[in-house]
Nanobody, 118 residues
Framework: QVQLVESGGGLVQPGGSLRLSCAASGLTFAFGFYAMSWYRQAPGTERELVAISTSAGGITKYADSVKGRFTISRDNAKNTVYLQMNSLKSEDTAVYYC?????????WGQGTQVTVSS
């Protein structure tokens, strides 16, 4: 059974930083074969892609709203993907979800709440 477990969310002041982690287990293929992404969903909005780390070539891409502030990285030996979030803004408040994809196989984590407020 595939599990993606996010951690690292919480309450932070504007301008602060958080580091999210997503640990994967039960994957059929090696972690490196999976494209790993972070999505977020704020109340009353659709889930949106924040950042992606492709399986081949190590390409990373970001939503325009987080470019220069967020960094996605992965440790294939630990089956873990990270999202370093700096210079956080109130509009970054959302539930953040980890997503893994390998061809037609896709999996979601349960989400972790990030709240940016003074």
């Amino acid at each position: 059974q595939v599990q993606l477990v996010e951690s690292g969310g919480g309450l932070v002041q504007p301008g602060g930083s958080l580091r999210l982690s997503c640990a994967a287990s039960g994957l059929t293929f090696a972690f490196g074969f999976y494209a790993m992404s972070w999505y977020r969903q704020a109340p009353g909005t659709e889930r949106e892609l924040v950042a992606i780390s492709t399986s081949a070539g190590g390409i990373t891409k970001y939503a325009d709203s987080v470019k220069g502030r967020f960094t996605i990285s992965r440790d294939n030996a630990k089956n873990t993907v990270y999202l370093q979030m700096n210079s956080l803004k109130s509009e970054d408040t959302a539930v953040y979800y980890c997503y893994a994809q390998e061809y037609k196989n896709e999996f979601w984590g349960q989400g972790t709440q990030v709240t940016v407020s003074s």
